[in-house]
C-alpha cells in the first residue's frame, strides 16, 4: 500500500514538473513573440516619423502581411480586401486565360503543366517552364495571385511570355493569345489493342467520378481486359473527386489519402467509397512532372495497394492543402494547414510520386526554337540576365507535333505507353 501511495506521489510530481516546464516553454514563446512584435511597433513608429514621405499606416500594414505569409511557402499569401473578393466571385466565362496551372518553386514562377487543347498547350508551353517575364515585367518577388491577373485578361488578346527552359539551356519568347478555357475532364477513352483500354483524365471536375463510371461501363462492353489511367500533365483539381476516382479501383471504406498538420482539426483521412469498383481488371497509371496534386493522390494510393504499375517520370510533388482565413476588414490569408500523404504514409508535396517504372518522354522533332540557347543555366541569377539585356529572341514556333497528336491520338507514337 505504501509503495502505491509513494508511486502516485511520484507520478503527480512527474506531471507536475512537465505541466510547469511546459507552462514556462509557454510563457518564453509569449515573452519571445511580445518582444518581437514590439520590435515592429518600433520600427513602425520611426517611419511613420521620419521617413522622407508621407506614408499610409494601412499600406504599410497590408506590405507587411504579404512579406511575412510570403515568407512562409510559395503557397501562403495575403489577401488584400479586392484579391479576396475576386477569389470569391465565380468568375467561369468572364475572363480569357492560357490553360496554364503555376505555381513557385525554388523561387520561380513555374508551370506546373499545360492544360490539353488550350492556347498555352497548342504553343509548346511545359510542365516545368520558368516563366521570368510577363510583357515587359519581370516575375522576381511576384506573387502567385498577381502572376495570374498579368497572365488572364480579355479573350482574343494576346500575352507576351519569356520562359526559361532549363531542360534544354533556352530562353523562350511566346505570344499567345488569350482564350476563355473550357476543359473536358477525360479526353480520351477508347479500345486500343488486345482488350487494352485506355483513358486520359486531364482534371479531376465536378462530373469526373460519372463520367469515368460511364466510360468504364462502356470499355467493359467492348471487352477491356486491362487499362491504361493517363494521368499526365494533369494539375490536379477537385480533392473529393480525386479520392472517388481513385475509389474506382480500390475496395470500398479503404484508405486514399489523409492529411496532417499542427491542429488535430487538420488531420483528416479521405476513404473509398464506390460500391462497385474495378478490382480484377491489370491497370497501368501514367505520370510525368506535370502530373499534381489530386493525379499524385491517385498514382500514389494505387501504387501503395499495388493496384497499377505507375509508369513514366517523377510527378511534380504538390501536396500542401491551403485554407483561407477572412479578418476583420475584408482582407483575408491563405495559410498552408497540412499536406498530403499517401495511404503507406509517403508525402506528397516536394517529393512527389516516383514511378516503379522509369520511361522519359520522346523528344518531338518539331520543338519551340528561341534566337538564344545559352551555356548555363543558373534560375537564381536569370533575371540579372535578361535584364542586362540579352539578343532579340524570336516568339517561339508552335509544336506542331503536339497540335496534330490533340487532334488524332495515336498511342503508337507514345513511347510511354508502347515501352
Avoid at 2 to 8: A, E, F, P, W, Y
Avoid at 20 to 37: C, I, N, P
Avoid at 98 to 126: R, S
Avoid at 247 to 253: H, V
Amino acid at each position: 500500500m505504501r509503495k502505491k501511495i509513494v508511486l502516485g506521489v511520484f507520478i503527480v510530481a512527474v506531471c507536475s514538473v512537465f505541466v510547469y516546464a511546459s507552462s514556462r516553454d509557454a510563457k518564453q514563446k509569449k515573452e519571445e513573440l511580445f518582444k518581437q512584435v514590439g520590435l515592429f511597433s518600433d520600427t513602425l513608429s520611426i517611419v511613420e516619423s521620419d521617413y522622407v514621405d508621407e506614408v499610409n499606416f494601412k499600406n504599410l500594414i497590408y506590405g507587411a502581411l504579404k512579406g511575412m505569409l510570403a515568407s512562409l511557402d510559395p503557397h501562403s499569401q495575403f489577401l488584400d480586401p479586392d484579391t479576396y473578393n475576386e477569389l470569391k466571385v465565380d468568375t467561369e466565362g468572364k475572363f480569357g486565360g492560357l490553360g496554364i496551372e503555376i505555381t513557385i518553386k525554388d523561387g520561380l514562377l513555374t508551370v506546373v503543366t499545360p492544360i490539353e487543347d488550350t492556347p498555352a498547350w497548342k504553343a509548346g508551353m511545359k510542365a516545368g517552364d520558368r516563366i521570368v517575364k510577363v510583357e515587359n515585367d519581370l516575375t522576381r518577388d511576384m506573387t502567385l495571385t498577381e502572376a495570374v491577373k498579368k497572365l488572364r485578361g480579355k479573350p482574343g488578346e494576346a500575352v507576351k511570355i519569356t520562359v526559361l527552359r532549363e531542360s534544354e539551356k533556352k530562353i523562350l519568347e511566346f505570344k499567345i493569345v488569350r482564350d476563355i478555357i473550357r476543359i473536358k475532364d477525360i479526353k480520351v477513352a477508347k479500345i486500343l489493342e488486345n482488350g487494352i483500354g485506355y483513358i486520359r483524365l486531364v482534371e479531376f471536375r465536378e462530373n469526373t467520378a460519372a463520367d469515368l463510371d460511364t466510360v468504364l461501363k462502356r470499355l467493359n462492353k467492348e471487352g477491356m481486359k486491362a487499362v491504361i489511367l493517363d494521368l499526365r500533365n494533369n494539375p490536379g483539381g477537385l480533392l473529393d473527386v480525386a479520392v472517388d476516382v481513385t475509389g474506382k479501383f480500390i475496395e470500398k471504406g479503404k484508405l486514399v489519402v489523409y492529411t496532417q498538420g499542427r491542429r488535430p482539426s487538420q488531420n483528416l483521412k479521405f476513404l473509398a467509397r464506390s460500391a462497385s469498383p474495378v478490382l480484377d481488371t491489370p491497370m497501368v497509371v501514367l505520370i510525368n512532372e506535370g502530373s499534381a496534386s489530386g493525379s499524385e493522390i491517385v498514382a500514389g494510393a494505387l501504387q501503395d495497394y499495388r493496384r497499377a504499375i505507375v509508369v513514366g517520370i517523377k510527378s511534380f510533388g504538390k501536396g500542401s492543402v491551403q485554407t483561407v482565413i477572412p479578418l476583420s476588414d475584408g482582407s483575408a490569408i491563405r495559410l498552408t494547414t497540412s499536406k498530403y500523404y499517401t495511404p503507406s504514409g509517403r508525402v506528397i508535396h516536394g517529393k512527389g510520386v516516383l514511378p516503379d517504372i522509369v520511361i522519359e518522354e520522346a523528344k518531338a522533332d518539331t520543338l519551340p526554337q528561341s534566337a538564344e540557347e545559352i551555356e548555363t543555366v543558373k534560375p537564381s541569377d536569370i533575371f540579372d540576365q535578361i535584364e542586362h539585356g540579352r539578343p532579340e529572341k524570336k516568339p517561339a514556333e508552335k509544336d506542331a507535333e503536339k497540335t496534330e497528336e490533340t487532334k488524332d491520338f495515336d498511342y503508337k507514337k507514345d513511347v510511354q505507353i508502347v515501352g
